[in-house]
């Protein structure tokens, strides 16, 4: 499931919203709502910050320098290929397998 999906139905829900009162009160549509909660649309930056900001929440997006000194232009150049769907689905898997190694090396350690 998609992150921007499952915390968007998850804050609606906690508020006790529908997904058509939250489609109104950020300028959008009922099925654009479905649709992202369902992970079967990835909602553009200014769409999430709507949608958010309509829950009493801000998105707040950096970008610096990063810290790596090496990059590998070949697999950055693999990663600008990639769909948007598919940055974020690895982007998801990376996160679960940082949490997963995260749990295993805290139980390693007791």
């Known amino acids: 499931m998609e992150l921007s999906g499952s915390?968007?139905?998850?804050?609606?829900?906690?508020?006790g919203l529908s997904q058509s009162r939250l489609a109104r009160r950020a300028r959008t549509t009922q099925a654009v709502v479905s649709r992202i909660e369902r992970g079967e649309a990835s909602p553009?930056?200014?769409?999430?910050?709507?949608?958010?900001?309509?829950?009493?929440?801000?998105?707040?997006?950096?970008?610096?320098?990063?810290?790596?000194?090496?990059?590998?232009?070949?697999?950055?150049?693999a990663f600008g290929g990639r769909s948007p769907r598919q940055r974020l689905?690895?982007?998801?898997?990376?996160?679960?397998?940082?949490?997963?190694l995260h749990g295993a090396a805290g139980r390693t350690s007791r």
Do not use: F, N, Y
């Open 89 to 100: 689905d690895g982007i998801e898997r990376t996160l679960h397998d940082v949490g997963a």
């Open 7 to 15: 915390l968007l139905r998850e804050l609606r829900k906690r508020h």
């Open 44 to 77: 553009t930056l200014d769409t999430l910050q709507r949608l958010l900001a309509a829950l009493g929440w801000e998105l707040d997006v950096q970008v610096r320098r990063s810290r790596w000194q090496d990059h590998d232009p070949e697999a950055l150049r």
